[in-house]
């Protein structure tokens, strides 16, 4: 299939929709819609449907969205490795950083990259931290920002992402002793655990009564009013369409840490790192006051 229009495929489900994908590709809309309409004749089948104002991914875009995850990756590691450390490499850094908080720290890395290397294309990618870290040590990206407790890749420690409680506006947990019910990415999943540990420990009898592989799933399911989501806010930015949901226990924040590729450049690396810092640093201050 085509790289270029899977490519704009994974933008799409990573940005919640066309135009912040085109965005993000530095593509105008259109070509974007261009390229999900390609990959429909391809396949012969629907990939993307309107839901309201958002898009929404069918059945069979969803199991494309994986694939072409797959593909995209095994691409560009391809391609790093036939070049080689001392061949010519494309103007271009790629980065990836875990879903919980990249709508916030996605912008800030690819911001900081373009005021050292104001030359360079830059590749993003969202997905779950131990496959982030395999993608570094593949290759098949610079840098990524990753959930600490996730993996056990020796990166180095950027700051702690604050965790709160969401869900639809006029939601409300059932009476006691129903179980509260909860939306969450599936397992294993560090935020999922540190849910269900938090409301353990507080005696809150509580089930998972819907779950997905990405978080769109899961403020998708959140939004629809099935139940309570526990959900990153770095500096402080509320999810669309949810509300804060503040009589559930408070839940500590997860750690966040950053691993670079062997031999990347580290006048961009720590561009990167910095950028991700301040912003979790901001959070944490706005907390503290």
């Known amino acids: 299939m085509d790289i270029v229009a899977l490519r704009s495929l994974i933008a799409v489900a990573d940005y919640g929709g066309f135009h912040r994908a085109a965005g993000a590709l530095a593509l105008s809309q259109s070509a974007v ?16 449907e309107r839901d309201g104002r958002r898009t929404r991914f069918t059945a069979h875009g969803a199991q494309l969205l994986d694939e072409a995850r797959l593909i995209v990756g095994a691409h560009d590691g391809a391609v790093s490795r036939l070049l080689g450390e001392n061949g010519p490499r494309p103007a ?7 879903e919980h908080g990249a709508d916030r720290i996605l912008p800030l890395l690819t911001e900081a990259v373009r005021e050292v290397r104001p030359e360079a294309e830059v590749r993003v990618r969202i ?10 040590a ?9 959930v600490t407790d996730a993996v056990t890749a020796a990166g180095r420690p950027v700051g702690d992402l ?17 179980p509260l019910p909860l939306v969450a990415i599936s397992a294993p999943c560090v935020v999922r655990r540190r849910a269900l540990t938090a409301l353990a420990a507080q005696h809150v009898p509580a089930t998972v009564v819907a779950e997905s592989g990405y978080l769109a799933g899961v403020l ?19 999810p669309d369409g949810l509300v804060p949901c503040r009589d559930l226990p408070a839940v500590p924040p997860v750690g966040l840490s950053v691993l670079a590729r062997k031999g990347s450049d580290p006048s961009v690396n720590g561009a990167m790192v910095e950028a991700v810092r301040a912003l979790l640093a901001a959070r944490g201050a706005a907390r503290a006051a």
């Open 92 to 98: 271009t850094v790629a980065v990836g950083a875990t």
């Open 127 to 136: 997905d779950r931290s131990a496959r982030l870290a395999e993608a570094v």
């Open 220 to 238: 998708d399911a959140a939004r629809a009013g099935l139940g309570a989501a526990l959900l990153a806010v770095p500096a402080g930015a509320h």
């Open 33 to 48: 819609s261009q390229h999900i309409r390609r990959l429909e004749r391809s396949l012969g089948l629907p990939v993307v």
């Open 138 to 146: 593949r290759g098949e990206l610079d840098l990524a920002v990753y």
């Open 162 to 178: 604050p965790l709160a409680w969401y869900a639809a506006p006029g939601w409300r947990p059932p009476a006691a002793p129903a």
